[in-house]
């Protein structure tokens, strides 16, 4: 029997982890999987638990890349392989509710290229776990698209792991993941949604996702700023020609992104504020980003026009001190939004 899924685990040091992950795979109450774990060429003892884990469970596919790819591409030679009718790229690290695929594959018809769920965040560093759901539900448990519904595109995520696709919509679109050593899913999630015809959101939370973790690609994203430029300019051109709403969600959502992490590389020292200021200037169009009731980033719109509009030292003085305070004196900081919370409603 073929089987219906088909799970993609890139795996690369995660020996702390990688059991729990299988675990929570090879105990699906549906069982009709294809397990293939793509090793990117680990240092630890991850490939002998992939060993071991194949010899006891014949779903598993073990593959070993030649070099280290990154996790990107390691997602794409497990998807070249995979046979099932759906495809889900799941983390090394993170695990998953027995009942998951039993519970997605009921929203799935054949018109139906993607479901994307919501998931329990584990921070490691501080031991809280968070349900990380939807800013808003209207858009739950029914056939949307980002043409019709441009504004689902706050639901969409760029994560890889909280969404499965049908296997001949990715190869039909030849969605691949690019090589980025970071943020290689936001490219990808925007070609995805650009694509898709018929997406359905379910707020089950079916995934645990370890938030913090050290050694974690994402605590080092600052690094990788010049990603999501590259991601900005691949939109720029992509969207020139789709319908304004669509435009302006898509945009706003990179824009937003590219805004919160080049500041965040400014503040930790890794971007000079000249820099930022032209990243901004040659790369986002302002008549597009700005207030909205499709994709709005106020704080982002904020942030850029003051990028644009200040020196360094005004902008220093604006943004650091602020940044200073929230940080050392928290309770001062939630104290100050409380009292600005009830002079708005007043």
């Known amino acids: 029997?073929?089987?219906?899924?088909?799970?993609?685990?890139?795996?690369?040091?995660?020996?702390?982890?990688?059991?729990?992950?299988?675990?929570?795979?090879?105990?699906?109450?549906?069982?009709?999987?294809?397990?293939?774990?793509?090793?990117?060429?680990?240092?630890?003892?991850?490939?002998?638990i992939l060993e071991e884990y194949a010899q006891k469970d014949s779903r598993i596919i073990v593959k070993k890349n030649p070099e280290n790819l990154g996790l990107g591409l390691s997602r794409n030679e497990g998807i070249k392989i995979a046979g099932g009718k759906y495809i889900h790229c799941l983390d090394s690290d993170d695990w998953l509710e027995l009942n998951a695929y039993e519970t997605l594959l009921k929203?799935?018809?054949?018109?139906?290229?993607?479901?994307?769920?919501?998931?329990?965040?584990?921070?490691?560093?501080?031991?809280?776990?968070?349900h990380i759901d939807y800013p808003a539900k209207d858009l739950l448990h029914k056939k949307v698209n980002i043409y019709d519904n441009p504004e689902c595109f706050k639901l969409w995520s760029p994560s890889a792991w909280i969404k499965i696709y049908r296997r001949d919509f990715i190869m039909g679109n030849q969605l691949f993941?690019?090589?980025?050593?970071?943020?290689?899913?936001?490219?990808?999630?925007?070609?995805?949604?650009?694509?898709?015809?018929?997406?359905?959101?379910?707020?089950?939370?079916?995934l645990h996702y370890r938030a913090?973790?050290?050694?974690?690609?994402?605590?080092?994203?600052?690094?990788?700023?010049?990603?999501?430029?590259?991601?900005?300019?691949?939109?720029?051109?992509?969207?020139?020609?789709?319908?304004?709403?669509?435009?302006?969600?898509?945009?706003?959502?990179?824009?937003?992104?590219?805004?919160?992490?080049?500041?965040?590389?400014y503040y930790?020292?890794?971007?000079?504020?000249?820099?930022?200021?032209?990243?901004?200037?040659?790369?986002?169009?302002?008549?597009?980003?700005?207030?909205?009731?499709?994709?709005?980033?106020?704080?982002?719109?904020?942030?850029?026009?003051?990028?644009?509009k200040y020196n360094q030292v005004k902008f220093f003085f604006s943004y650091n001190t602020r940044q200073f305070v929230k940080e050392h004196f928290p309770e001062f900081t939630k104290r100050y939004f409380e009292i600005k919370k009830r002079l708005i409603k007043c």
Not at 26 to 48: A, F, M, R, V
Not at 180 to 206: S, W
């Open 212 to 265: 913090a973790r050290t050694g974690s690609l994402l605590t080092k994203r600052t690094s990788f700023v010049r990603n999501i430029l590259q991601d900005t300019i691949w939109a720029n051109n992509a969207v020139k020609d789709l319908p304004s709403d669509t435009k302006t969600a898509i945009l706003n959502y990179i824009y937003e992104m590219l805004v919160m992490n080049a500041i965040d590389a």
């Open 107 to 130: 929203y799935f018809e054949d018109d139906i290229e993607a479901v994307r769920f919501t998931y329990l965040s584990h921070n490691e560093e501080t031991g809280k776990i968070e």
């Open 1 to 48: 029997m073929n089987p219906l899924i088909s799970v993609v685990i890139p795996v690369y040091n995660v020996e702390k982890y990688l059991r729990e992950c299988l675990d929570s795979v090879i105990n699906q109450t549906y069982k009709n999987l294809e397990i293939i774990c793509i090793n990117d060429c680990t240092t630890d003892s991850s490939d002998k």
């Open 177 to 206: 993941y690019n090589d980025y050593r970071c943020l290689e899913d936001i490219e990808y999630a925007m070609r995805a949604a650009i694509k898709a015809k018929n997406i359905i959101f379910t707020e089950e939370p079916l």
């Open 268 to 308: 930790c020292g890794k971007m000079s504020f000249r820099e930022i200021k032209e990243m901004f200037r040659q790369n986002i169009d302002m008549e597009i980003f700005k207030e909205n009731n499709i994709f709005n980033a106020q704080l982002a719109v904020r942030l850029c026009r003051k990028v644009l």
